[in-house]
């Protein structure tokens, strides 16, 4: 009988420690409950890792493998520092840049950066997902053909 109730004791604990929460996944994302996305935006540097363009050509990859290490870091509700750290493309050019955005809304999914403009028309990002790790910001549009063309690009931590 005792060795039935250990083991059954022992399967009670393997399976409470089993509900618990993923240290490496608590570890790696921040949390961002209540947090508006002006404020999740500015808590971090955040990594571009990846460009992706869905024109005419289907969805296009367009960032350089040297790209993707570029950081954004939102400083203030209207500036940000892009930095070209290691991996630098033109390493002529600058490694930092400073660089405007501005979110009509702080707890709105609109984002507007440096007020890039799409045939005359001021880009509206709209942040398609976001989580302790990662921001994706779409941008849908049509080109001066008439098709319609989707960029999101993806932040990472």
Avoid: H
């Avoid at 420690?17 to 540097?45: E, F, Y």
């Amino acid at each position: 009988m005792r060795k039935v109730i250990l083991g059954l004791a022992l399967v009670a604990v393997g399976f409470i420690a089993s509900c618990g929460k993923d240290s490496t996944t608590a570890a790696d994302s921040d949390d961002i409950t209540g947090k508006t996305t002006q404020q999740v935006l500015m808590m971090r540097a955040w990594k571009s890792i990846s460009f992706k363009d869905s024109s005419e050509s289907g969805n296009v990859e367009t960032y350089d493998v040297c790209s993707r290490d570029d950081t954004y870091q939102f400083t203030t509700t209207t500036s940000y520092i892009w930095n070209d750290n290691a991996s630098r493309c033109d390493k002529t050019a600058p490694a930092t840049a400073n660089g405007t955005w501005s979110m009509p809304d702080p707890a709105g999914k609109i984002v507007l950066i440096d007020n890039i403009k799409f045939l005359g028309n001021t880009v509206e990002w709209f942040v398609e997902s976001m989580s302790g790790t990662s921001i994706v910001l779409r941008f849908r549009g049509i080109d001066n053909s008439g098709k319609g063309i989707t960029w999101r690009m993806t932040l990472s931590k």
